[in-house]
């Protein structure tokens, strides 16, 4: 059978109705006897069906005999059809028993539904199972949470992600039946028309994911959105994105909401149902608790709020780190009048307790969001939610990104003279982001705008202004050039002008790297930025910049050649030679090394290279073998293999035109996509021009590389773009 791949409500309707006329005559041909039926739970029950969704199917049964060999007469039919199939066989009893044991189990049959055989059967496990979900719902359900969580801290949150789950992440569609669940256990309204909207829109995007792809596939891959985009009748994948963002977010929320009930109702049961008057217990002015979440106080309630009043309750919250009632937030968001501009003192107060509560800002933020807060104090958040980032180094959406970098700026708080200019720069410092040119230089006068209105003071707008605009120089400098150059180091100091700036500069470098993802934060990152700092500080003192670190002494002094080899780098000595760097890049290659940083020196005619490693694929490779190796490349005896030589193929062949800059005389940059052996390719291809290297610098962007190869001797530009651009094309 091939099921339609047509979009929308009606054509998974139509889906589900062709499996179970297909379904009803695999039995009828499998000679059903009485006494059994064929149930479909998952989204079959629900006919939900998307276009490569599998099939849950319940072979219900009295215990007649030779069930087994039916249900066989009846899956491999289905198996044949290249349908994916999750299936059972079982008796009302047995089905009970696997649904109070397992509290996925017992959801699942909330969805049972008849498809052929005997109607009475499957109407008697329905009502089963509905009165047993029921009767056990409050052990149910705080398993079924603690499943949630993890389930959640596997898959990430949808409405953040760049790659989420439709299915499996936070705000996604098992969330959906998670809503339904404490529907049916009575305790709240779950499901209303704005979850099942959203809901809907989902489901529509997961049906255009599958017929993209061609393939079960409910990771939102950046590859997909464009074509899934195109058939939901979007403009592009970034308003998909926004789509679904917009979409998970009211389905996080009312899954977030909808736990706070259970947990309500959980207490009264505790109870024996006596009414409880919850404490109210003072948070700060006008903002108490009340049974574990942030709610007004009475006095707070007036004709004529205070506009201060949402940035103080979301300060509170995020400082007592409690969930905010919704009834306050719909109370907030329909009643507070707008921040006039520039903000008072005690919202402009509020925002950096606010930003300074560290990780729990991040839920509260959402929340606020969620109910329009955060776009009435800063009309520029409609721009950034749900915005897209396309470097794949990037994790999350742009607005997660900002939150989760002020989040981590708070960490640093004791690091710097002026904590608050770091908490504003961390949340701002992509502000640009989305708009046409560099968004460094574009988001630096939005950023000031946001300052000013703020409130802050003009040496602080001007400060903040600096820092977006050069919030990406320390990072790029370290990873791109010599920081042992004092031409090198005399330009930062230039441009950062003062300490105070620096230190901003380091610390919101930090933030920024960390909220990124863990491609964009590593060991020996923050080594060269922690270096880079250290002689601007040292040039802005006057004082002499520190000495460059000098290589272990066994290096200079042992017989060659010299190998060490440690997690995270390499070293080898050897006898200077034109190519060696090529040779010991291949030999990383080789055993599936990337080379994040390469410093070498020449002492007489001994060559000493130190390499920043880390693995390809996460798993660390034999340090005895590579020793060996690398010893062998010393000596000029690796035979490597061809297939280094050999370019890796893009999909569909596509591939961005690479990029040749000389940002010095002998200072070479090459950005490129990245694949494996490409610094060995380089570096040869540059050996055998003539071409001796005194340093490199490799920095990874996600699927990009920014390699900058300082150069030694006479330098022919001609020759080496066109040997490099041939090779790198």
Avoid at 402 to 409: G, K, P
């Amino acid at each position: 059978m091939t099921p339609s791949t047509n979009i929308g409500a009606a054509a998974r309707f139509e889906r589900a109705a062709a499996f179970d006329v297909w379904l009803t005559k695999l039995a009828a041909d499998s000679a059903m006897p009485p006494g059994v039926s064929l149930v479909a739970v998952g989204g079959l029950g629900r006919r939900e069906c998307a276009p490569r969704g599998d099939l849950d199917l319940v072979l219900l049964h009295t215990g007649v005999s030779g069930v087994e060999e039916l249900a066989a007469r009846i899956w491999y039919p289905i198996w044949d059809s290249r349908v994916g199939l999750d299936h059972s066989v079982r008796t009302v009893d047995e089905s009970l028993a696997a649904a109070e044991a397992d509290a996925k189990v017992a959801l699942g049959l909330l969805d049972a539904r008849h498809v052929t055989g005997d109607p009475d059967l499957t109407a008697r496990l329905a009502r089963s199972a509905a009165d047993l979900w029921r009767r056990t719902a409050p052990s149910q359900l705080s398993r079924l949470r603690e499943l949630t969580e993890a389930r959640h801290a596997t898959h990430g949150t949808l409405t953040h992600l760049l790659e989420g789950d439709l299915k499996e992440s936070a705000g996604g569609l098992r969330d959906v039946g998670i809503l339904r669940g404490i529907g049916r256990a009575g305790i709240a309204d779950a499901t209303p028309p704005a979850i099942r909207a959203a809901q809907t829109r989902l489901l529509d995007v997961r049906d255009a994911l599958h017929r993209s792809a061609g393939r079960n596939l409910d990771r939102l891959v950046a590859h997909e959105r464009a074509a899934v985009a195109e058939t939901l009748d979007l403009p592009d994948g970034d308003a998909l994105l926004r789509r679904v963002a917009n979409d998970a977010a009211t389905v996080e929320w009312a899954l977030d909401d909808a736990w706070r009930s259970v947990h309500r109702w959980r207490a009264s049961l505790r109870r024996g149902g006596v009414p409880h008057r919850p404490r109210r217990l003072p948070l700060a002015t006008d903002v108490v608790e009340s049974d574990g979440e942030v709610v007004l106080a009475r006095s707070a309630v007036t004709p004529h709020p205070d506009p201060s009043l949402s940035l103080r309750v979301a300060a509170a919250a995020a400082t007592a780190k409690l969930p905010i009632a919704r009834s306050t937030l719909e109370w907030l968001s329909r009643y507070v009048p707008p921040l006039p501009n520039p903000w008072p003192a005690a919202a402009r107060t509020a925002l950096m307790s606010l930003l300074g509560s560290g990780q729990a800002l991040i839920p509260t933020w959402t929340a606020c969001d969620r109910f329009g807060l955060i776009a009435a104090w800063l009309p520029e958040w409609a721009r950034l939610r749900g915005a897209p980032q396309h470097n794949p180094v990037h994790l999350f959406t742009l607005d997660r990104h900002l939150v989760s970098a002020a989040a981590e700026a708070a960490g640093y708080a004791r690091e710097v003279a002026r904590p608050d200019l770091l908490l504003v720069g961390a949340l701002v410092h992509d502000v640009g982001k989305g708009l046409p040119g560099d968004h460094s230089v574009v988001g630096a006068p939005l950023a000031a705008d946001i300052a000013r209105r703020i409130g802050l003071a003009d040496a602080d707008v001007v400060m903040i202004e600096r820092l977006v605009r050069h919030h990406l120089v320390l990072p790029e400098i370290a990873t791109r050039r010599d920081i042992g150059d004092p031409v090198t180091v005399t330009a930062v100091a230039e441009i950062v002008g003062d300490t105070e700036t620096l230190e901003l500069l380091h610390m919101l470098a930090r933030s920024d790297a960390v909220a990124t993802g863990p491609a964009a934060w590593t060991t020996w990152k923050s080594r060269l930025i922690d270096q880079l700092v250290a002689a601007v500080r040292a040039s802005l003192a006057g004082a002499p910049l520190p000495a460059p670190m000098a290589p272990d002494p066994t290096l200079l002094g042992a017989d060659l050649p010299v190998v060490q080899v440690a997690p995270d780098w390499v070293a080898l000595a050897a006898k200077d030679r034109r190519g060696l760097l090529a040779t010991v890049a291949g030999c990383l290659a080789m055993h599936q090394l990337e080379v994040v940083a390469v410093n070498s020196i020449t002492v007489e005619d001994r060559a000493v290279l130190q390499c920043a490693v880390q693995p390809r694929y996460g798993a660390s490779p034999d340090r005895d073998l590579l020793a060996a190796d690398l010893r062998r490349a010393a000596l000029d005896q690796l035979v490597l293999p061809a297939r280094l030589a050999r370019r890796s193929r893009t999909p569909n062949g596509a591939r961005p035109r690479p990029r040749l800059l000389w940002p010095g005389d002998d200072l070479l940059e090459v950005r490129a996509t990245d694949e494996p052996a490409l610094l060995y390719r380089i570096a040869s291809t540059l050996a055998e021009l003539g071409v001796n290297l005194r340093a490199a610098r490799v920095s990874t962007l996600g699927a990009d590389v920014v390699d900058t190869f300082y150069l030694i001797g006479p330098v022919d530009r001609a020759a080496i773009e066109a040997a490099l651009l041939a090779l790198l094309h």
